[in-house]
């Protein structure tokens, strides 16, 4: 006998559509006495739920259809109609906490309208359908006509933009350059936003900035996101009369697909056994050289080649009826690994199955999938296959089991309402993501690593203590994951409001956990800077706090980012910042002023300590350039020469002992020309990029001096 909780859809006229969670107890056989009961009041809500639809929807032309194998419904009505606001989603970038829902009290024309309400003090936004599966063409299309109201004593921050977003992702954004907000304060507020063909004219005519990615597709969009900020925290906005017309001004018909259907999840894979990540220590005192010492030093890290091992593929109906049998493939290195058939399976029901294979050293792609031959329609399809390498970091996860509830409330990166696919698609995806498509000269295919869904740990409750967050770590089994976070209910704003965006900070700490440092510990500020009270900056590119970004869109990993992945590429994880060792042997300054060569100078050289985070005397370096204006620098003595476990060389090089974290990694530079001091910086991040250019046994770096 298995457990969930089931998830019925009701609607309320002022709240819209809310899921009434219940715990229902099954039988694979489905004969059970508490499934026939589940059934029965399952049957009598959605008949309830679907009435209060069709009542909600007729004065919309609309059929029931088939797309495909997709059932739903052909519309002409706004995508705004109250009876829609269950199929309307939201985002927000700062963890506020937000509510859609269908509001009687403010009409327009005399019909309920969409309505937010947010504390928000940052980009707030909605966009329908929460499915993403629009798949509409507007390509002949003249634009998408609206009206909003709003109330909001802060102000506004400017006019709303909107995005499109078509079937593989592509965005077009339109930045309102009017006062629509602010007007939509006084009364209804009409907004004209250009679709399709002859946007500069369009755009001139409405009063939109358009930013178009290369290859959008306005035959096949799959959503459309309404954003707006506000000046201070919090506002209410209403949405009435949104829809698509054609250069007569006539509504474009447009496909809802229903959501009372299943949704099978291939969520992730467990892999057994899962051996010990690296536990470096520091032996000596002095400095924080990690090492794996004792029993660390000879514990197994992998499988041995030809072991026996298995996966535990999770798979979960996180639709919101019962799914249909269907089949289950599993291709590891291109070859079938497992076939196997699926039973139906209640919402949120979820089963096993065991895939073996022998374990291969390298890297191979392992793809699970469910309804292979595409006959069942689901709410998406999305999630039907799970993909990664073999050798990809494992990252656990630990839940407060009361964040599944509210999360799985919230549609997704998948189109889905599964608590499973939000994890993959908040995390796994989009590191992953950023593993492939941040690329450098050096790293033209990006990061070579990649990572996977280890497992998932549901308890009771994550206090906010780390003592006792550790206590229950203790039992869990971390140690044999690459990295592990905690999502307690706590933070439930944050991970329904980024349930489609960027969470940077959380992918920014699960970097943490790969070994990648925070890249601000190089800046330095002008109370700290002794020596001349300028400022250095590495930037606000990279998503681990700065860092070189080259033409990389963000979010982004940054140049040093990628190089410290690539370098430690193929071991497990437990180190962190040990690819700032990776300094070339021979390293040379070329300094100029105004783009002439600092010739024949006396210079000095200052370091940031990384015991007091100041830049302060006595310099490190002194002397004079050459005519070229070369200066070579000499290689400071280390504490011992020494390799890491991950393929880090620790040896004699100009910054000394280079602290993992970073604080020491900043030099300062300065030399009095004519009277007049001038001065530039350089970080250690240069000199680790040059090594993995392969400039590993001599390097050049070009600085060019400011006048103080």
Known sequence: MARCSESLLMYDLNYGYRLFCAPVDFSLDGGSQYERRYLAVRRFCVAVMFAVLIMGAMPAAHSAAKRGISAGEWLTAAFSDASFVRRWGFGETNGAHNVISADRSQQRNGKPSVR????????????????????????????????????????????????????????????????????????????????????????????????????????????????????????????????????????????????????????????????????????????????????????????????????????????????????????????????????????????????????????????????????MDEITKKNNTLRFKTNAYALAAVCEKSIVAPIEQVNNWYGSFCFEDWMRGATIDQLNSMFKRCKYDFAPNGAEVSVRLGKIFFVDEIPDDGYKISQIDKGLGLETFDGTWHYPLRAINEWCDLANDFDWALNHELSHQLGIIDNYQYDLGPDSNLVNHKVYDRGPGGIMGGGQIGDNVYPAYADIDIAGLNMTKGHRRGFYGEYLYNIPYKNTLILSIDGRPLADNEIEIYQKSMYTGKMEGPPVFTGSTDAEGRFPLANRPVPKDFTTATGCTLHANPWGYPDVVGRNGLMLIRAQVGGKWYYGFIDIGRFVCEYARGHKDNAVYNVKLMPE
């Open 116 to 375: 937010l309400d947010s504390n928000s003090g940052f980009d707030c936004w909605v966009y329908f359908p929460n499915t993403k599966d629009w798949d509409i063409d507007l390509s002949k299309a003249k634009a998408m006509r609206g009206y909003l109201r709003s109330e909001n004593k802060n102000g506004w921050g400017g006019d709303p933009w909107i995005i499109f977003v078509d079937t593989a992702g592509r965005k077009a954004r339109f930045d309102g350059i009017k006062r629509r907000l602010y007007d939509a304060t006084k009364d209804w507020t009409e907004i004209v936003v250009p679709v399709g063909a002859d946007l500069d004219a369009k755009c001139a005519e409405y009063g939109w900035k358009a930013q178009i990615s290369q290859g959008f597709d306005w035959k096949h969009v799959s959503c459309v996101q309404i954003h707006q900020d506000t000046d201070g925290f919090g506002y209410t906005i209403w949405y009435s009369g949104f829809q698509f017309i054609d250069n007569a001004g006539k509504p474009i018909k447009w496909w809802l697909s229903s959501i009372n259907k299943p949704d099978l999840s291939v969520t992730y894979a467990e892999q057994v056994p899962q051996y010990r990540r690296y536990f470096p220590s520091e032996p000596d005192p002095n400095y924080n050289i990690p090492e794996l010492v004792g029993k660390e030093a000879a514990e197994k890290h992998w499988p041995d080649e030809g072991e026996q091992i298995k996966y535990l593929v999770h798979i979960k109906n996180a639709g919101f009826v019962r799914s249909k049998p269907t089949d289950f493939v599993c291709v590891i290195e291109g070859k079938v690994a497992k076939k196997a058939n699926v039973p139906a399976l209640a919402p949120h029901q979820v089963i096993d199955i065991v895939v073996p294979w022998k374990w291969k050293q390298g890297s191979y792609q392992f793809a699970a999938s469910v309804d292979t031959k595409n006959k």
